[in-house]
């Protein structure tokens, strides 16, 4: 039987995600459950690789350690290190739904499961009042509004893909391609950056960085406004790390 909500525990620590966890790995992060990169590979639009059945919590430490392995590789160790924990989060608990050919199929199990949960959460809510969830009291819908930005083009995939093994050969950590910018206080997904280090080149001694390539002014604002130094075009972000990074390392 899934836990109730509160319950949900990170699949790293087996720790309840409401815990007052310390430290910036602790932070929780908004996680693809599959991940983005490999359903973009498989054909998977936009819309399915961000569907909100897709997403879970988990601390930053956790998120960085399953980094972009699928779940049928993942989920067995989870559940043998930290039993329950995957059911604490509405994980359908047949694992030949933890395939990617069967994502769509996980989409619909994953979607039963949290409405299940949803639904008996408002039940206790409304104190028995049954009328708000049979549908005999109208309701407005419920709308997410799409997360901005991202890559737009297999061009531009590659211009990224190539500056992130630029960097690589630098000696510096590789970023995250179409890193998910969650909304700190509240975790809603408000923007895709093109490539970004969180922690920055130099983690805990530089600044947070992010390449957007042919963004609206939407995303440059919230990647500001989230301390992101943010540059447009990869010979400028190149000529940063020349000039900042690698010349700060061999001083």
Known sequence: M???????????????????????????????????????KLGFARPQVNAL??????????????????????????????????????????????VVDRYAEFLEARKALLAEEANRCFEDLLHGDMRWLTGTVATPPLEMPAPVGGIGSEAEEQELTALNDWVAEQGLPRGQIEFDYADPGTGTQKAVFDLAWPDGLQRGLSSSVAVLLNEPPEVLSLASAAGFRCFTAAHDFRRYVESEILKEEAA
């Not at 932070?27 to 983005?36: A, N, Q, S, Y």
Request: charge should be negative; proline fraction near 8%.
């Open 2 to 40: 899934l836990t109730r909500m509160g319950d949900a525990r990170d699949w790293g620590t087996g720790l309840p995600l409401k815990a007052n966890m310390l430290g910036k790995m602790n932070r929780l992060e908004v996680h693809h459950i599959f991940p983005k990169s490999q359903l973009y």
């Open 53 to 98: 059945a897709n997403f879970c919590f988990l601390t930053k430490d956790t998120n960085l350690n399953i980094s972009d392995r699928l779940p049928d590789d993942y989920f067995p160790e989870v559940e043998a290190n930290q039993p329950g924990a995957l059911a604490s989060q509405w994980i359908p608990g047949d694992p030949e739904l933890w």
